[in-house]
């Protein structure tokens, strides 16, 4: 499966941004969607993740209550809507997929990656 990431850019601490994520090339059904990010100089690090019917999402701590993960299954399509953003969330944002039904915190479990967005979040 092929995934675009799109919706990076620049904002103002406090501010919001949404993140989007087509997929294409295979079914869309039973695909977990995630995002994650890496921050220049750090580790790549698990942001959300969402099942295929939508029912169950995971977050990191961080994020809960600041950015929602969703999903359009018509439009094959996973969005990031991220409130309240500060500084240290500035980094390059994946999309990923893998197949299955359940929601990993590992960057390694996801084997279907985009090109990854920036975001940067000025103080």
């Known amino acids: 499966v092929q995934l675009q990431a799109c919706g990076g850019g620049l904002v103002q601490a406090g501010g919001s941004l949404r993140l989007s994520c087509a997929a294409s090339?295979?079914?869309?059904?039973?695909?977990?969607m995630a995002w994650l990010r890496q921050a220049p100089g750090k580790e790549r690090e698990f942001v959300a993740a969402?099942?295929?019917?939508?029912?169950?999402?995971r977050y990191a701590d961080s994020m809960k209550g600041r950015f929602t993960i969703s999903r359009d299954n018509a439009k094959n399509t996973v969005y990031l809507q991220m409130n309240s953003l500060k500084p240290e969330d500035t980094a390059v944002y994946y999309c990923?997929?893998?197949?299955?039904?359940?929601?990993?915190?590992?960057?390694?479990?996801?084997?279907?990656w985009g090109q990854g967005t920036l975001v940067t979040v000025s103080s």
């Open positions: 969402i099942t295929w019917s939508g029912a169950n999402t």
């Open positions: 990923a997929a893998r197949y299955g039904n359940s929601l990993y915190y590992s960057w390694s479990a996801y084997d279907n």
């Open positions: 090339g295979r079914t869309f059904s039973n695909l977990v």
